[in-house]
């Protein structure tokens, strides 16, 4: 992590296993050269609803999509049976699971969760995209005036109707993926059958990439020119 206007002091955040139920997490500092002391998540957490994280939560790894910043926090999506949310807050150096809003089937491997991704709400907070069918569901995480947390639905896009994705009735599977997420610009990647989109969640703007096929793609919004001392975007 580095301050846009700051190209001299930057932070890196590592998340790992402590044990079986227990993600664990040490961020690094350029100013001080040393790592902090871990912090992991509860042995046993709370059931808050049929979709959240159950009391014998065991955490086996994170998805290989990479983190995404919302405010003051770093989520990743868990994958290899464990299903939730890594949540990471910088400012209380502290680390939690949240619950999904919708069940993602498990006993998958590891960065098989394309169907799925971690993005930002419209209002700037944590946001959920769920593809089902040619369908994208957008959820938003709100939480209440009592401190309690719950997801709502915040907007369904057709994608087939939008992409203008010609559907064939006698084939089955997913038809479209999520394959990258750039959080700056709250862009979305998806794989479909007519070549790669990258869709933007608010305006619903989209362009067809000339690229070739892969199943992940890690979009670069900026980087640091450590030569010119400057940050590209």
Not at 197 to 212: A, D, T, Y
Request: one cysteine or more; glycine letters at 8%; hydrophobic letters at 40%.
């Amino acid at each position: 992590l580095r301050a846009a206007a700051d190209v001299d002091h930057f932070q890196v955040v590592l998340v790992g296993n402590g044990d079986q139920k227990r993600a664990v997490a040490s961020v690094y500092s350029s100013d001080t050269g040393v790592w902090s002391n871990l912090v992991s998540t509860s042995t046993s957490l709370p059931l808050m609803s049929s979709t959240d994280p159950s009391p014998d939560w065991c955490f086996n790894g994170l998805s290989f999509d990479p983190a995404v910043l919302v405010r003051n926090s770093l989520y990743w999506l868990l994958g290899a049976d464990s299903v939730g949310i890594l949540e990471y807050d910088l400012e209380r150096r502290s680390l939690d699971v949240i619950g999904l809003p919708v069940r993602m089937p498990t006993g998958c491997a590891i960065g098989s969760n394309n169907r799925f991704s971690v993005v930002q709400a419209e209002d700037g907070g944590l946001g959920f995209l769920s593809l089902s069918g040619f369908s994208a569901h957008l959820w938003q995480r709100k939480t209440e005036y009592n401190g309690a947390a719950s997801w709502v639905i915040e907007k369904t896009i057709k994608l087939d109707t939008l992409l203008k994705i010609p559907v064939d009735p006698k084939k089955e599977g997913p038809f479209i993926l999520v394959i990258g997420f750039a959080e700056d610009n709250n862009t979305v990647f998806l794989g479909t059958i007519i070549g790669v989109v990258m869709l933007h969640l608010e305006s619903l703007q989209f362009e067809k990439l000339q690229s070739r096929s892969a199943s992940t793609y890690y979009p670069f919004e900026s980087v640091y020119d450590a030569c010119n001392n400057t940050t590209l975007q």
